[in-house]
């Protein structure tokens, strides 16, 4: 069965530092990655998707998210990161065609102004 | 192009009580799903259907029925409340005609709690 592990429950930043988020998933065949966004009180949005071509997928907001194959990792970047950034960050992953999408835990974020 | 919308926003149910959540979808897409996600457990899959007419179990189905007598909306029920059914409940729906795009639109979510 798929799965997906998200590393860090919390994490908290400082302003202008740099975030990455760790996501790696267990499925051995042909998969789609997502990294969904839920800012405080709001619905969960897409924030970048990796189908196929450039494992470097870069989404709104300065986010991007690099595909490793061999590492079955999906791990979401941010250079610097900004206090409207604060929110809960889902890793998720389906097989193409499928209808099944299986989520991460989620990670807790919180930038300090 | 209002995309996946959830009615209600808020209820308070008392144990043993029952009510139904609705999602409505406008986008004509074929697959439509219940979550709940609660602290700490991300997201898990309730019910799902794959078309009209037809529903399926997900991660968490007991205590839940769901319905898709139209393509747009997805029902979900729970027949006698309880407390450990106090979550945020989130409807999402994706189009699986492009088989590359498994993107799922979501609701603006129901927050439930049984007392």
């Known amino acids: 069965a798929q799965s997906v592990s998200q590393h860090n429950h919390h994490v908290i930043l400082s302003e202008a530092a740099s975030l990455e988020l760790g996501c790696n998933y267990s499925y051995g065949g042909t998969v789609n990655l997502f990294w969904y966004v839920q800012y405080p009180g709001q619905h969960l949005q897409l924030l970048l998707k990796?189908?196929?071509?450039?494992?470097l997928v870069k989404g709104i907001k300065g986010f991007e998210a690099e595909f490793i194959k061999s590492k079955f990792s999906f791990n979401l970047r941010k250079p610097s990161v900004q206090w409207s950034d604060t929110a809960e960050y889902f890793c998720?992953?389906?097989?193409?065609?499928?209808?099944?999408?299986?989520f991460g835990a989620g990670t807790r974020l919180f930038v300090k102004a | 192009n209002a995309g996946v919308t959830q009615t209600p926003k808020f209820r308070v149910l008392k144990t043993g009580q029952s009510m139904t959540l609705l999602c409505a979808q406008d986008m004509n897409h074929e697959y439509m799903y219940w979550y709940r996600q609660d602290p700490g457990m991300g997201l898990r899959l309730i019910h799902y259907s794959v078309g009209e007419g037809t529903t399926a179990k997900g991660e968490v189905p007991d205590g839940y029925n769901v319905s898709r007598l139209k393509k747009q909306n997805f029902l979900l029920g729970l027949e006698s409340a309880a407390p450990s059914q106090t979550s945020v409940y989130f409807c999402?729906?994706?189009?699986?005609?492009?088989?590359?795009?498994?993107?799922?639109?979501f609701g603006q979510g129901t927050r439930l709690t049984v007392v």
């Open positions: 998720a992953v389906n097989v193409p065609g499928g209808f099944k999408t299986i």
């Open positions: 990796y189908f196929s071509g450039d494992p």
């Open positions: 999402a729906s994706s189009y699986p005609g492009d088989s590359l795009n498994t993107e799922a639109f």
